[in-house]
């Protein structure tokens, strides 16, 4: 009996564990780089919705970010326990948000790409409509990055 309520006990912790490590990134997120706290202030994400500076804007989750595209997007270390994901969203040109300023100039951003390790999120905003390629190459020689922002809880 007590082996029963034990295994029981170990798999909803499982459950538990696996769920809230999918959602890493959902929730309200403080300003913790200078870029951030000068252009986007303050962000909360959702399901389906990013929220910069009270305006929402709607994404869609894209896939997860495997260690080595991590490390090439956020200079992390690719055996760093964090996880990343890549979603879809349109923010236009002419939205401006703190201080006047928009997240990629004249244009449209298009990705996102998020990666939590511990209280700190950091998050990529991409321009183009292909989605970025997350090798060091890649990003190094990237037009489309548009700049990565720090946010902590």
């Known amino acids: 009996m007590k ?3 034990l295994l029981g006990a170990a798999a909803c912790l499982a459950l538990a564990c696996s769920l809230s490590s999918a959602a890493q990134d959902k929730g309200y997120w403080r300003a913790a ?7 986007t202030g303050d962000i909360a994400i959702s399901d389906s919705k990013l929220t ?3 305006t929402g804007f ?12 991590v490390a090439a997007a956020f200079d992390a270390d ?3 326990a964090g996880s990343g ?17 928009t997240l990629c100039g004249t244009a449209d951003t298009q990705w996102m790409a998020t990666y939590v390790e511990g209280h700190t999120l950091r ?20 037009t489309d990055l548009c700049g990565t922002f720090t946010y902590v809880r």
């Open 78 to 80: 690719s055996n760093s």
């Open 3 to 5: 082996r029963r309520i």
């Open 33 to 39: 780089s200078s870029t951030a706290a000068a252009i």
């Open 52 to 54: 910069i500076n009270f």
């Open 85 to 101: 994901s890549l979603y879809r969203l349109s923010v236009p040109a002419a939205k401006h948000f703190l201080h006047h300023n």
């Open 58 to 69: 709607v994404m869609a989750p894209i896939r997860k970010l495997g260690p080595a595209e």
């Open 123 to 142: 998050v990529a905003f991409f321009s183009g409509s292909d989605a970025p390629v997350f090798t060091f190459d890649a990003i190094a020689n990237s």
